[in-house]
């Protein structure tokens, strides 16, 4: 009996133990801190605008891979590290390139090969850039209050279009290298007066949000070297109370200061993110394609760009032009019709 009892006490005992345990490892797992989900990682845009690329095409302009063997561009370039495409948009270009059904067929390749998108407005019939922002002929004699609603209804006809194909725009420049303001005399900014420039901003920057609500709005500038110039533009702007997601720059360094214009530009973007709070685009860039230092241009800029908190990517202005395509020399192709070493950059 006395045995029994023992075994019995034992047996109790065992079981306490197990269930002291059991609460235990509850109690251990209620209070083990909860993982925090991780912050959604921005992939470093890699990118070209090929704005031309129908029309080279329509002239018989071929591409090829480093092999010698003919490929679609477009494809050509997302193999070669290529993840988003720039489109350039006229209002009315009196040949028909570059205009809204031209840019549409360029977004539904781009979008088929999964490349990201960026549509850049000129509010022009033709290029708007520092020296030239004509307003197009049939905005020709516009008030300030119809030109607004002639950039709103553009910059909404336009990407809904796009939209209606399923094609998802990320970014949206409202003006082209927007240096002195856009659609001149109305929206030139000049000195301290940037109040018809913001007006007309803003309306770009409404229509976008309206069509792509979480589309990012990029004013563009050139001469990235160049701070003063930023700035004079960023305060002008924040003091109207402009508004925009991003600060947009192009940079087309010398053969002889390419060091230089490509170090200040970094240093640029660094400060510009910081006393803006903005992230910042390298828009547009390139090189003469037989330079020497293009490559070296690429690799300075695109490790640089990635190693700054902010800057979200770089864009190769028209890379796939050669043979002195409409007089343009700095393209990333030889003149053979295949890919430089400049374009080396963006397979990292």
Known sequence: ????????????????????????????????????????????????DVSWLTEMESCGVKFYDAAGTEKECMLLLREMGVNSIRLRVWVNPSDGWNGK????????????????????????????????????SEWADYTLAELKQAVAEHTTDVLQTLKDKGIDVEWVQVGNETSSGMLWETGRANGN???????????????????????????????????SLFTWMFDGLRSNNA????????LYPEESTWQTQTSACLSNIKTLVSRYGKDVMVCEIGMPWDSDNAEAVMTTMVNGCKAISGCLGVFYWEPECYGSWKGYTKGAFDNTGKPTSALKAFNN
């Open 1 to 48: 009996m006395m045995e029994t009892m023992e075994k019995l006490k034992t047996k109790i005992i065992t079981l306490l133990l197990c269930l002291v345990s059991l609460a235990s490892c509850g109690d251990e797992d209620k209070s083990e801190p909860q993982t925090e989900p991780e912050e959604e990682t921005i992939e470093f845009a890699k990118g070209a």
């Open 101 to 136: 059904q031209d840019v549409l067929v360029k977004a539904l390749r781009a979008h088929s090969l999964g490349m990201r998108i960026m549509i850049d407005f000129h509010y022009s019939d033709t290029w708007a850039d520092p020296a030239s922002q004509t307003v197009p």
């Open 193 to 227: 007066d940037f109040a018809n420039f913001v007006q007309l901003l803003n309306s770009g920057y409404d229509a976008a949000k309206s069509v792509y609500p979480d589309s990012k709005v990029i004013v563009h500038i050139n001469n990235g070297y160049d701070l």
């Open 243 to 250: 508004r925009y997601d991003i600060i947009g720059m192009s």
